[in-house]
């Protein structure tokens, strides 16, 4: 299951854990990633918080996490290749994996149907 947050950012549910990454419109609208600042694993992520920097030829975006947990594991082939989260930004461009303290919070992101119609007017 993936969900969507109001922040561009998505998580795919497998379990207890998620895979975080930023959503094809932010990429889009970022434009060529050149770097990427990933959370240490270990550390404690609170809904919203911040938990990396993404930065590309246009702005810097702060990355804040959809769900609260544990950082269990982040991408370093993106660390190598920041261009991943642009050609693949739901795929081999994940940033961090974590283990999800509250489950429940998943109900209150968007779908991929809500996250289309959100993002059809919004900006990253």
Same mark, same amino acid.
């Given at each position: %299951?993936?969900? $969507?947050?109001?922040?561009? =950012?998505?998580? #795919?549910? *497998? ?19 050149? $770097? ?6 270990? #550390? ?11 930065? +590309?030829? #246009?702005? @810097?975006?702060?990355?804040? @996490?959809?769900? +609260?947990?544990? =950082?269990?594991?982040?991408? *370093?082939?993106?660390?190598? !290749? ?22 429940? !919070?998943?109900?209150?992101? %968007?779908?991929?149907? +809500?996250?289309?119609?959100? +993002? #059809?007017? @919004?900006?990253?």
């Amino acid at each position: %299951m993936i969900r $969507f947050s109001d922040e561009h =950012v998505w998580v #795919k549910a *497998e379990g207890d854990s998620g895979v975080v990454g930023i959503t094809t419109h932010a990429q889009n609208t970022l434009g060529d990633i050149v $770097f990427v600042e990933l959370p240490e694993p270990g #550390k404690t992520l609170g809904q919203k918080d911040v938990a990396g920097v993404v930065e +590309s030829v #246009k702005a @810097a975006a702060d990355i804040y @996490a959809p769900v +609260s947990g544990t =950082v269990t594991e982040v991408n *370093e082939a993106l660390r190598a !290749e920041p261009s991943l989260a642009n050609t693949d930004p739901q795929g081999a461009g994940w940033f961090f994996k974590l283990k999800l303290a509250d489950p429940s !919070e998943l109900g209150a992101l %968007m779908d991929e149907t +809500s996250y289309a119609a959100f +993002s #059809k007017d @919004a900006r990253a």
